[in-house]
């Protein structure tokens, strides 16, 4: 893939959810609501403060986040449908639950 996003911006590939709700319900794909979760694919260099320094980027390619229902916009790259979207629009970074325990 040949795309970086520009300044505070990260390109986000949505992680699709669960099929079955925890009753086992099946939900039928127009009942489903777009996920709220993806995968950091590739992220800026970050902003700038006024001085002209960079302020660093608090995700990294890789992580797993969580986003506003409409949050970014949504682009088509390598055939691929992502989202771009600025840092602050990112809710938080979820953590591996075996990587938090350890700490």
């Known amino acids: 893939?040949?795309?970086?996003?520009?300044?505070?911006?990260?390109?986000?590939?949505?992680?699709e959810s669960d099929e079955k709700t925890k009753g086992g319900l099946i939900i039928p794909d127009n009942a489903k609501e777009k996920p709220a979760e993806?995968?950091?694919?590739?992220?800026g260099a970050?902003?700038?403060d006024e001085?002209?320094?960079?302020i660093a980027m608090d995700v990294k390619e890789g992580d797993r986040i969580l986003?506003?229902?409409?949050?970014?916009t949504e682009v088509t790259v390598?055939?691929?449908e992502?989202?771009?979207?600025?840092?602050s629009d990112i809710l938080g970074v979820i953590e591996d639950a075996a990587a938090?325990?350890?700490a």
């Open 38 to 43: 993806g995968l950091v694919i590739a992220v």
């Open 82 to 87: 992502l989202l771009i979207m600025k840092e």
């Open 100 to 102: 938090a325990q350890a």
């Open 78 to 80: 390598d055939g691929e």
């Open 51 to 54: 001085d002209g320094d960079r």
């Open 67 to 72: 986003f506003g229902k409409w949050s970014g």
């Open 46 to 48: 970050g902003a700038k």
């Open 1 to 15: 893939m040949a795309f970086k996003p520009l300044h505070d911006r990260v390109l986000v590939r949505r992680v």
